[in-house]
């Protein structure tokens, strides 16, 4: 059975080759991105809102990786199913490639 996972991550940028972002709430999107056994599935982007926290909820997003994380947010979250990672990295491939062990060209 395939391991699956979709996260979701802060950014400015409109591919995985960007940064997450250090603002949860002024960021221009959320990338989300399924990952099953170690390889990418899918990418696609959700446009921040006021809404965001439940448009992650109904896109099925398990975790959400964070630049910061305080006891707030992992609260906001954490009540909707969501788990809250903080990055130990800010380029998203290294994020995916050492926090989540993918397989990146």
Do not use: W
Not at 48 to 70: P, Q
Not at 76 to 85: A, Q
Request: one cysteine or more; aromatic letters at 8%; hydrophobic letters at 45%.
């Amino acid at each position: 059975m395939r391991k699956f996972i979709r996260i979701a991550i802060p950014t400015d940028d409109s591919d995985i080759n960007g940064r997450i972002s250090e603002s949860l709430m002024s960021c221009k999107y959320f990338m989300l991105i399924d990952i099953a056994d170690r390889e990418i599935t899918n990418v696609s982007l959700l446009i921040n809102s006021r809404e965001i926290v439940e448009k992650l909820k109904e896109n099925k997003v398990n975790l959400v990786v964070l630049a910061y994380v305080g006891p707030v947010l992992v609260e906001i979250f954490e009540k909707r199913g969501i788990g809250v990672l903080m990055a130990y990295r800010r380029e998203i491939k290294s994020i995916l490639r050492e926090q989540f062990y993918v397989k990146l060209e």
